[in-house]
């Protein structure tokens, strides 16, 4: 029965589902996933990872080989994409250049036999809900790509859909009016309510506007969490390396006592460090620390904290923040970050200093 309703909760609702197009290889594999009504989650990931694919399943616009997709607890399996109700923002806009904006707005409407009189309402609307109330009567080339943005959005919140699925949608912008967007696509979900899918390989992007994000490579999810878990506890190496920048030390776990792995880095030396995806002694580890959390001004360095040697190999200025690369335990990328303040300790190339973090700023993950 495709539209029987389930006892699940969740607004949206990928059940086992699997995605191949040529019966053998699997694009998605076995995919569980469920979204609260209202919730902003975002589908990050590098290309052919899976997240546009799974977005276009749950547009109509591909078909799950297996499993099933619910809206609001009934299958939509077999459901046309223009009977699913659900509002649908592109990165190239497509908006028809010879409609004006308000006839764009209108179109949708008129396929689904709205009456002209509830039309122009429901465009008025649509339109001053992303500020573009004085541009109904333009032609797509006379708007700005921010504002091209803006109608493509209101095209998608026209016909008051209560799901929104947006891909790349910010992807043609230039990097200022990309991040004014950001803000912009999240105050108008919040304002409305609606249930909003985000597809995108940016991870800025991801971390700003996401309530949560699924981190997909291969075809599945590596992890689902809040940005700040998702930056703070990654789960395996892929989600450190991918979400912001990291530093990885190899080596290998010598002993797990007190919920604290105790790791023999490549050059020899002990370090302690949160087990994540390590559970014995003998086991390989990449050690993952955030850039910002590593100290060279010893005045600043906590209790407790590791010290290792490092030689200075760059010292970059980048206004708001000093970028140096270090050779450390054999990585000639370790990376830190320091805020640009009086007392910085500004250093040159070939330098011998010493470097330290918490050992709760260390995780041991997976080879």
């Known amino acids: 029965m495709a539209n029987m309703k389930t006892a699940s909760d969740a ?16 694009v998605v594999k076995d995919l569980n ?13 590098p290309s052919g990872s899976g997240k546009t694919t799974c977005l276009m399943m749950l547009a109509g616009f591909e078909t799950a080989t297996h499993g099933d997709i619910m809206l609001d607890g009934v299958s939509i399996n077999n459901i046309p994409p223009h009977k699913r109700g659900i509002g649908m923002v592109f990165q190239n806009y497509a908006l028809f250049p ?16 709205i009456p002209k009189t509830e039309r122009e309402a429901k465009v008025k609307r649509a339109l001053e809900m992303v500020q573009m109330g004085a541009f109904g009567g333009r032609r797509p080339a006379q708007l700005s790509g921010g504002q091209q ?45 609606i249930t909003v899918v985000y597809v995108t390989h940016d991870q800025t992007e991801a971390l700003t506007m996401s309530d949560r ?7 599945r999810i ?27 030390l190899e080596g290998v776990v010598k002993e797990i006592t007190n919920g604290m792995a ?15 995806n390590v559970s014995k002694a003998g086991e390989r580890t990449r050690v993952s620390i955030r850039p910002e959390r590593v100290e060279f001004n010893k005045e600043r360095l906590q209790e407790g904290a590791h010290t290792l040697t490092a030689e200075v190999l760059e010292f970059i200025y980048m206004g708001d923040i000093f970028r140096t690369r270090l050779r450390v335990a054999g990585n000639d990328e370790f990376i830190v970050k320091t805020r640009n303040a009086p ?9 011998q200093i010493e470097i330290g973090w918490l050992p709760s700023d260390c995780r041991a993950l997976d080879a």
């Not at 764009?104 to 396929?111: C, K, Q, R, Y």
């Not at 912009?184 to 304002?191: H, P, T």
């Open 33 to 45: 996933l469920a979204m609260p009504r209202g919730e902003f989650l975002t589908m990050l990931g």
């Open 11 to 26: 607004f949206v609702q990928f059940e086992r589902v699997q995605k191949s197009y040529d019966g053998i290889s699997l």
């Open 262 to 276: 105790l790791v023999q880095l490549d050059d020899g030396k002990l370090i302690d460090c949160n087990p994540v």
């Open 343 to 351: 007392d910085q300790v500004r250093l040159e190339p070939g330098a």
């Open 222 to 248: 590596q992890q689902l969490a809040p940005p700040a878990e998702l930056y703070e506890s990654p789960k395996n190496s892929f989600v450190a390396q991918f979400i912001g920048e990291n530093n990885t």
């Open 213 to 219: 994000v699924a981190v997909f490579d291969d075809g």
């Open 149 to 193: 943005q803006r109608v493509a959005l209101a095209r998608a919140l026209v016909f008051e859909a209560e799901l929104v699925l947006m891909d790349e949608p910010l992807g043609a912008l230039d990097k200022q009016l990309r991040e004014h967007m950001q803000f912009e696509i999240k105050r108008i979900a919040d304002n409305l309510g």
């Open 98 to 113: 010879h409609m004006t904006v308000a006839e764009n707005l209108a179109f949708p409407l008129e396929v689904r036999k």
